[in-house]
């Protein structure tokens, strides 16, 4: 059983920027996928970014691609996401996730996941 805890999330201005951590405990981190979703009031959990166990690859939801970046760390067992650009529609709470695998050649889906964290609140406004 692994335990996420997500930090990071806040209040920012359109045009600001945060950045998200995610650390892990409890199970092995380093051989695993692992994922960024985000679920707004009233509409379904999305996914916004994704990285391979190794980094090699990386996973963008069309509409924050070039203004996300995910990124890793396996020493320290955390994944990050730094958001930059931030528009009003990027308001949800974010939820840190761990693939079910250690990678996938395609977007992941939430069908790849399995475990979550609790998610922290990133609020823009305009």
């Known amino acids: 059983q692994v335990q996420l805890v997500e930090s990071g999330g806040g209040l920012v201005q359109a045009g600001g920027s945060l950045r998200l951590s995610c650390a892990a405990s409890?199970?092995?981190?380093?051989?695993?996928?692992m994922g960024w979703f985000r679920q707004a009031p009233g509409k379904e959990r999305e996914f916004v970014a994704g990285i391979t166990w190794n980094g090699d690859m990386t996973f963008y939801q069309d509409s924050v691609r070039g203004r996300f970046t995910i990124s890793r760390d396996n020493a320290k067992n955390t994944v990050y996401l730094q958001m930059n650009s931030l528009k009003p529609e990027d308001t949800a709470v974010y939820y840190c996730a761990q693939g079910r695998n250690s990678g996938v050649s395609y977007r992941p889906t939430i069908a790849d996941f399995g475990s979550w964290g609790q998610g922290t609140q990133v609020t823009v406004s305009s």
């Open positions: 409890g199970r092995a981190f380093s051989i695993y996928l």
